[in-house]
């Protein structure tokens, strides 16, 4: 629901490019302009020192660096710029940006790989004979199954642009582990530490400011804790969540916004050496502007390095954006005895790949195909799904299944598609007697809406609609951790079961609904694939994570999932009822039982 996998890490695949020498002229290639040669029904743009595919977390800062440093970059995505629009800047609509038509890649993925199995979880998602997505257990005769909703984005800024904004730094295991596997030190978690300070321009802190960086391109800040206190049902909550960890906040943060701060005061990004270690209650830092109270992304930062200007009015920076431009592969030079990318073949126009919904009205034949050379590098950040389709696309993957769709080989790497890694996701909801005073009001762009506003109007305390929604983290040791704390618990006032076409109706329909969020973090599995369907670039990825017993350390993680979802069922229990108490909705109350309860995750 809350697209929280931006948290993981943007992995970087770089191709070293041979020097590449072209007769035409350099020219700059703008958003809104193509200058290039062109050739019947295709297209060669002038050269680039670095080519840098998909414009997301990893690929837009990376573009932007290059580019202030002087080198001519070309950013290339798939979809175009939606950063100014409400459904994207207002930080209470992430659910709604996550089901936005102009930036939304619907990918189907399999928990399982047997079919049966797979069939049992509720939000199995099929298309029907007439064309329409069928959810549930019941599919109607003829129906062809697609697999669970997996929201992913294709807009500049990549899902930045949809996600609900968490700001969390990973723990410091994990740049060890990566500074260990490559042998490079420039991982280190004090380097990349000092990274962080780089790019962060922070708002929300009073005391310690060690660790944190205050004029990078991130702005961060933190709910107005205001709103909390406004609202008496959010604060019996967070008191909830306290006495189940154990301590106990209610004659503390009552009255007042200091007793509040004062009981979250720690700064989860905190660069103590104990902070991986410690389990408390903290807000939850965001990536969003202040005083505006709106998203902040790399689209900003890529943006303003693209469209910076000289005293003349002349272009600044070699950093040129092409948008609505689905890269179909990347070119090698192989007359050496090592391939060298030269750069990437791609189509033009819009709505090309197949996870945006709006490519039924498609044709095959639409779009117009081109290529452009890169004289140093062609840097693939693409995501999790579309970086190994990129590279199987383009000859380097298992010898096998290129062989299979006719793909010539550059290079048989079996491990690209393989290890692919995720966090599991479980929801507990209940809905209360009477409606959370600060979404009373508010219609999610359903007609007039009084929250947006005052989100667009009232200069300082911009209401409901200045928050992501979730009022607290809670990470925590589950009793199978290994190391750093495995679990990250939160609530936020709207009813997440989990993804499917259409699952940001229910979620916002209510605003008497609280869910209780368990994100099961350092995963041992690591057995998910992204193979290919065919050889068509505009075809999806078939994707499979084998989950728990069917992948690698289940019962562990299983296990530590029960625990964030017992978490959630005591909070409820362990309610003063400030403003009414709450009733489990999902899963049903009569799933009690350690064995029911995961079986029930397990589906």
């Not at 505009?538 to 499979?544: G, K, V």
């Amino acid at each position: 629901m809350f697209s929280l996998r931006s948290l993981s890490l943007v992995a970087l695949f770089s191709l070293t490019a041979s020097a590449f020498k072209s007769q035409h002229t350099h020219q700059h290639l703008h958003q809104r302009s193509t200058n290039s040669t062109a050739s019947s029904a295709n297209i060669t743009l002038n050269p680039y020192e670095y080519v840098v595919v998909g414009s997301g977390p990893g690929g837009a800062p990376l573009a932007a660096r290059l580019a202030l440093a002087g080198h001519s970059v070309l950013l290339i995505d798939a979809g175009d710029d939606h950063g100014d629009d409400t459904e994207v800047k207002v930080p209470a609509l992430h659910v709604l940006a996550s089901e936005y038509d102009p930036i939304r890649w619907d990918f189907f993925v399999h928990h399982y790989a047997n079919e049966s199995r797979q069939a049992r979880d509720s939000k199995m998602t099929y298309k029907t004979a007439d064309g329409d997505f069928y959810v549930g257990l019941d599919p109607p005769k003829g129906a062809t199954p697609l697999g669970i909703l997996y929201p992913r984005t294709g807009t500049l800024g990549g899902c930045a642009q949809h996600n609900a904004l968490i700001t969390i730094l990973p723990h410091e295991s994990d740049w060890q582990y990566i500074q260990k596997i490559t042998g490079d030190d420039s991982w280190a978690p004090a380097k990349m530490r000092e990274y962080y300070k780089k790019l962060e321009n922070a708002h929300y802190l009073t005391t310690d400011v060690t660790g944190h960086g205050f004029d990078g391109w991130l702005q961060t800040a933190v709910t107005n804790p205001v709103l909390i206190l406004q609202d008496r049902k959010v604060l019996s909550l967070v008191i909830a969540a306290a006495t189940t960890m154990g301590k106990g906040l209610l004659g503390k943060i009552l009255t007042t916004v200091t007793g509040l701060v004062e009981v979250l005061a720690l700064d989860i990004n905190n660069d103590s050496p104990n902070r991986d270690q410690i389990d408390a209650l903290y807000q939850v830092p965001l990536s969003m502007k202040f005083p505006d109270y709106s998203r902040a992304s790399p689209r900003d930062f890529v943006w303003s390095v693209a469209n910076a200007t000289n005293a003349d009015g002349s272009k600044k920076y070699k950093l040129d954006l092409q948008l609505n431009t689905l890269v179909t592969k990347v070119q090698f030079n192989t007359t050496g005895s090592v391939p060298k990318a030269t750069g990437v073949e791609f189509i033009v126009g819009k709505s090309l790949y197949r996870a945006d919904p709006r490519s039924k009205s498609v044709a095959d034949s639409d779009g117009t195909y081109g290529s452009v050379t890169a004289t140093k590098e062609v840097i693939v950040s693409g995501g999790t799904f579309n970086t190994p389709q990129i590279l199987k696309l383009s000859g380097i993957g298992p010898k096998a299944e290129l062989e299979k769709f006719g793909i010539p080989l550059i290079k048989d790497l079996p491990g690209v598609g393989t290890n692919m890694q995720d966090r599991y996701e479980v929801g507990i909801v209940g809905n209360s007697t009477s409606d959370f005073d600060l979404l009373k009001d508010c219609t999610f762009l359903n007609g007039t809406d009084p929250c947006l506003e005052q989100w667009e109007n009232v200069p300082l305390l911009k209401g409901g609609y200045s928050t992501n929604g979730i009022a607290l983290a809670y990470p925590k040791h589950s009793t199978v951790a290994d190391g750093p704390h495995d679990l990250y618990l939160g609530g936020v006032p709207a009813y997440f079961s989990g993804y499917f076409p259409g699952y940001s109706g229910p979620a916002l329909d209510k605003r008497n609904i609280w869910t209780w969020l368990t994100l099961k973090a350092h995963s041992r599995n690591n057995a998910g694939t992204v193979n290919l369907k065919s050889a068509d670039p505009r075809d999806t990825p078939d994707i499979t994570f084998n989950y728990f017993d069917t992948g690698v350390g289940g019962d562990e993680d299983l296990q530590a999932v029960y625990e964030g979802m017992k978490f959630g069922i005591e909070a409820f229990k362990n309610l003063i009822p400030l403003d009414g108490s709450f009733t489990r909705i999902w899963p049903d109350e009569s799933i009690t039982s350690e064995e029911d309860l995961k079986q029930f995750c397990a589906r």
